[in-house]
């Protein structure tokens, strides 16, 4: 059974910065592309940035430049490092394997971790 436990959101000023965890388990993970979501409230969830089992990764506009995603295969593990947060980024942050920004395991969605951006 595949699950993603998300970590390490908070409350931050904008211009902040925080770092997303989220642990894998039940798959091969090491093969997998894997990616970040996030969902604001009434928006659907979108694409934040993806990387692949190589490292290769891909970053969805809005966040060029500000979010750097990486992997550790040996822990399971995606992070997502935020600077200079908005307070457009404010969402629920969530990770699943992912191709073509649709995600692999769409029925194992975690329970995300919320972001917060606001003076």
């Known amino acids: 059974q595949v699950q993603f436990v998300e970590s390490g959101g908070g409350l931050v000023q904008p211009g902040g910065s925080l770092r997303l965890s989220c642990a894998a388990s039940?798959?091969?993970?090491?093969?997998?592309?894997m990616a970040w979501f996030r969902q604001a409230p009434g928006k659907q969830r979108e694409l934040v940035a993806e990387?692949?089992?190589?490292?290769?990764?891909n970053y969805a506009d809005s966040v060029k430049g500000r979010f750097t995603i990486s992997r550790d295969n040996a822990k399971t593990t995606v992070y997502l490092e935020m600077k200079t947060l908005k307070p457009e980024d404010t969402a629920a942050y969530y990770c699943?394997?992912?191709?073509?920004?649709?995600?692999?395991?769409?029925?194992?969605w975690g329970r995300g971790t919320q972001v917060t951006v606001s003076s």
């Open positions: 039940g798959t091969a993970f090491r093969v997998l592309p």
């Open positions: 699943n394997a992912a191709r073509n920004a649709r995600a692999l395991f769409p029925g194992s």
């Open positions: 990387v692949t089992p190589e490292g290769i990764t």
